[in-house]
């Protein structure tokens, strides 16, 4: 079965700080790996996401996400951070080849970024 | 470019009133169609999802019913809503490549008093 864990539920960093937002997961094969960001009472934004190739990934606003298979992991940062870019944020993971509709998704992590 | 929409933005019904909202698609053609449940503002839950006309899957029984009616229509639907029924529900779409990715709509904020 497939699984995506975000262990923490939240994460507080100060302005300017590098952030991670950390994410693993669990699926038979090779993943296909997505980030998404939620402001309040907003839809989810696309942020980026890893298919194949290059294990570093960029993408919106700054971030950039690494795939690290050994670790089936798919950690989200960003050098520099933003009080704008507090938020709700989403790992999901779905497996290549796998069937349509069991893209899966993480509880999600808060992210706070203070002044 | 592709656009999602979803109405009405917010909503509040009485218990045992009946519900209905609607999502539709433009710049695409037979996407796949999917409505998420968000309570309190944390974790998705897949309601339905669709892959054509009058296809439709549910992913956990409910009392909840989806539509598709049109190739870029999604509706959801329940004949008495319950408390319980009260949350954030998102719309998505994709195409029929696993890889492509899902697109939010903005979202309907339902609460049930």
């Known amino acids: 079965a497939q699984s995506v864990a975000q262990p923490e539920d939240q994460v507080n960093v100060a302005e300017g700080n590098p952030l991670t937002v950390k994410c693993t997961y669990s699926?038979?094969?090779?993943?296909?790996l997505f980030w998404y960001v939620q402001y309040p009472n907003r839809g989810l934004q696309f942020l980026l996401k890893y298919i194949t190739g290059d294990n570093l990934v960029k993408g919106s606003y700054g971030f950039e996400a690494e795939f690290n298979k050994s670790q089936t992991s798919f950690h989200l940062k960003k050098p520099s951070a933003l009080v704008s870019d507090s938020a709700l944020y989403f790992c999901a993971v779905r497996a290549y080849g796998g069937s349509q509709g069991n893209l899966i998704f993480g509880k999600g992590t808060k992210l706070s970024v203070k002044p | 470019s592709q656009t999602i929409h979803q109405w009405p933005a917010t909503l509040v019904q009485p218990v045992g009133s009946p519900l209905s909202l609607e999502c539709t698609v433009e710049?695409?053609?037979?996407?796949?169609l999917y409505w998420y449940r968000q309570a309190a503002g944390r974790g998705l839950q897949l309601l339905f999802y669709s892959v054509g006309i009058g296809q439709i899957s549910s992913e956990v029984p409910q009392n909840l019913s989806a539509s598709r009616p049109q190739d870029r229509q999604f509706i959801l639907s329940s004949k008495k809503l319950l408390l319980s029924d009260s949350g954030f529900y998102l719309c998505?779409?994709?195409?029929?490549?696993?890889?492509?990715?899902?697109?939010f709509g903005p979202g309907t904020r339902l609460t049930v008093t």
């Open positions: 998505a779409w994709e195409t029929g490549t696993a890889g492509y990715g899902q697109y």
């Open positions: 710049g695409t053609s037979n996407p796949n």
């Open positions: 699926v038979s094969g090779n993943p296909y």
